[in-house]
């Protein structure tokens, strides 16, 4: 069985900062590529942050940059999205899921998990 978990949402301040993590069984998690994606109400489902299977290569949208690490530790199946300085434009569902690259189009992950919510707000 394929199984992704996102943890480590939750209701913040704009400043703040939040962890997530995304735990991958084995099967799934091994000599993959792992993204980060967040769904707002009404929009599409947007990238956020990607890395290889070793970890050494990383991408970002432009929007996060600077704010948002995304890492790995392939011992524990667990990748994290560590954000910092989180705007109320942050606010979404934020999805981990794997694939073959590391794209930044949806389309080419083949499994998702099932999100976890990130509120910023006053």
């Known amino acids: 069985q394929v199984l992704l978990v996102e943890s480590g949402g939750g209701l913040v301040q704009p400043g703040a900062s939040l962890r997530l993590s995304c735990a991958a069984s084995?099967?799934?998690?091994?000599?993959?590529?792992v993204g980060w994606f967040r769904q707002a109400p009404g929009k599409e489902r947007d990238f956020v942050a990607a890395i290889t299977w070793s970890g050494f290569r990383s991408y970002y949208a432009d929007s996060v940059k600077g704010r948002f690490t995304i890492s790995r530790e392939n011992a524990k199946n667990t990748v994290y999205l560590q954000m910092n300085s989180l705007e109320p434009e942050d606010t979404a569902v934020y999805y981990c899921?794997?694939?073959?690259?590391?794209?930044?189009?949806?389309?080419?992950?083949?499994?998702w998990g099932q999100g976890t919510q990130v509120t910023v707000s006053s």
């Open positions: 084995v099967r799934a998690f091994s000599n993959t590529s």
């Open positions: 899921a794997i694939g073959p690259l590391p794209s930044r189009r949806s389309a080419d992950y083949g499994y």
